[in-house]
């Protein structure tokens, strides 16, 4: 590894739809950290979820970019759908080391995926590879304890308000013919209503 010159934190997930929750998210993850930037990483394939996104591949990457579009700070990246494939994050870390040796990573989950973490694919090389960033609403408990002693260094916790907001509430209130406005970006609305996604 080289000199760091920059910190940036990455938001995996699958983005069916991306909301205002992810965005928010980010931002109290950057905070917490000092971040320079957020790559927000849709999955090909994400290895934790039994169903299937809704939205195509390409429909989740042009959702995603439309919602970050002039914040410099938030970037869209197609890594792990040019990968194909299931979405491992290790496998991930690794390329991104190896072709970025002057950054250090950061993964960005929710705090009730951090006592899940011992479950993850190769968790042990992970965790002294790169720094998870668990972000956590108010009322949500911080399950640091359930991890091992030497792991929780590498954890670090970021609070983000409480926002009910979900991508399968959005998946549902489309169905329903319910509004969504103001959960998710305008320029993700427009592009949900032209492709007639959800419904």
């Known amino acids: 590894m080289g000199q760091v010159k920059r910190h940036v934190g990455i938001m995996g997930?699958?983005?069916?739809?991306?909301?205002?929750?992810?965005?928010?998210?980010?931002?109290?993850?950057?905070?917490?950290?000092?971040?320079?930037?957020?790559?927000?990483?849709?999955?090909?394939?994400?290895?934790h979820?039994?169903?299937?996104?809704?939205?195509?591949?390409?429909?989740?990457?042009?959702?995603?970019?439309?919602?970050?579009?002039?914040?410099?700070?938030?970037?869209?990246s197609a890594w792990e759908m040019e990968q194909g494939g299931v979405s491992y994050t290790l496998?991930?870390?690794q390329a991104l080391q190896e072709q970025f040796p002057d950054?250090?990573?950061?993964?960005?989950?929710?705090?009730?995926?951090?006592?899940?973490?011992?479950?993850w694919h190769g968790i042990e090389e992970l965790i002294a590879r790169i720094r998870f960033i668990g972000v956590r609403r108010p009322g949500t408990p911080w399950p640091i304890e359930a991890l091992p002693y030497e792991w929780r260094h590498r954890i670090?916790?970021?609070?983000?308000?409480?926002?009910?907001?979900?991508?399968?509430?959005?998946?549902?209130?489309?169905?329903?013919?319910?509004?969504?406005?103001?959960?998710?970006?305008?320029s993700v609305l427009n592009y949900i209503q032209r492709w007639e996604l959800y419904e």
């Open 103 to 119: 950054t250090q990573w950061y993964w960005i989950i929710g705090a009730d995926m951090v006592a899940y973490l011992p479950q």
């Open 156 to 186: 670090l916790e970021a609070d983000m308000p409480k926002l009910d907001i979900s991508s399968t509430d959005i998946r549902n209130r489309v169905k329903e013919r319910r509004s969504i406005r103001y959960f998710v970006p305008d």
């Open 91 to 93: 496998h991930t870390v």
């Open 13 to 47: 997930g699958t983005f069916d739809p991306i909301h205002i929750g992810h965005l928010i998210a980010a931002e109290a993850a950057m905070e917490c950290a000092e971040l320079d930037e957020v790559w927000f990483m849709p999955a090909h394939v994400p290895p």
């Open 49 to 76: 979820k039994s169903r299937q996104p809704e939205a195509s591949a390409h429909q989740r990457m042009e959702m995603t970019a439309l919602a970050l579009a002039g914040e410099e700070r938030f970037q869209a």
